[in-house]
């Protein structure tokens, strides 16, 4: 058993996932700049990005487990205090991360910045998922039952808007709401949970539990999991790409961010 390996799949789903964001942001930004008119907020191109976001969450979840796993059988840790402030420390990152993006766009597009969009959401889910990796094993359906509850709330809580802000966080969505990126922990956290628990099955004790041929040599897929690999750089370069790209092909005036 390599305890050092990558199982190739979950990168390579993670770069598909990247493609897609990426697809989605330029036809976002063609929308928002006023370029080419589309309806974002209904149809397909409102189910696309959550189906993307959710393929990200997803396998958050199974990497999450792969990585408590692998850390407890190559006993990297000896107490659960040490596991705990890996993933404290790890979550903190990410949440900082979330707060840069809060930053950069509260100055550039201050009407819709995002108060807590997908960086956010991964650094606290990152945190506050550790008992239910412990116990993930112990408990075969712990995260599955938890991640429904989580969803189902979540979905219920949609429903409903607010007149308060303060819990925008964990779902309840405040009145008159704008910003371009929303993950709250509800229902979002019960993807994770699902993704945990298919981690556990699919791959019990790091190792692969199904037959896969190994085409990762091949060009096509190698270029997918380098993508995935480095989804959370390329998540932060993307959209300045993306708009210095319309800004030379001529069709986006960006002077006034300046």
Not at 36 to 54: E, K, T
Not at 118 to 130: D, E, N, P, T, V
Not at 191 to 209: D, K, T, W
Request: with cysteine; hydrophobic share 50%.
């Amino acid at each position: 058993m390599n305890l050092k390996q990558r199982f190739w799949e979950i990168d390579f789903l993670r770069g598909v996932a990247v493609i897609l964001m990426i697809t989605y942001h330029f036809l976002f930004d063609l929308s928002f700049f006023g370029i080419y008119s589309l309806s974002i907020s209904s149809g397909f191109l409102w189910y696309f990005p959550r189906l993307i976001a959710f393929t990200f969450i997803f396998l958050v979840g199974i990497s999450l487990n792969l990585s408590y796993t692998r850390a407890q059988m190559q006993g990297t840790y000896t107490r659960e205090s040490e596991f705990f402030y890996k993933y404290l420390k790890r979550g903190l990152w990410i949440f900082f991360l979330g707060l840069l993006i809060t930053l950069v766009t509260w100055i550039f597009i201050r009407a819709e910045f995002i108060q807590f969009g997908i960086l956010h959401f991964i650094g606290l889910a990152i945190i506050l998922q550790y008992p239910f990796l412990r116990y993930n094993q112990r408990y075969k359906y712990l995260n599955l039952v938890s991640g429904l509850i989580f969803i189902t709330t979540g979905l219920y809580l949609t429903s409903f808007t607010f007149n308060f802000g303060w819990l925008l966080w964990l779902g309840f969505i405040p009145q008159y709401l704008q910003t371009v990126d929303y993950f709250p922990l509800l229902p979002w956290l019960g993807v994770v949970s699902l993704g945990i628990f298919v981690g556990g099955i699919l791959y019990r004790n790091y190792q692969r539990g199904f037959r896969l041929p190994d085409i990762s040599g091949y060009l096509p897929i190698k270029t997918f999991c380098f993508l995935g690999r480095h989804s959370l750089l390329i998540y932060f370069i993307h959209q300045p790409i993306l708009i210095l790209l319309l800004y030379l092909l001529g069709v986006l005036d960006i002077s006034y961010l300046f």
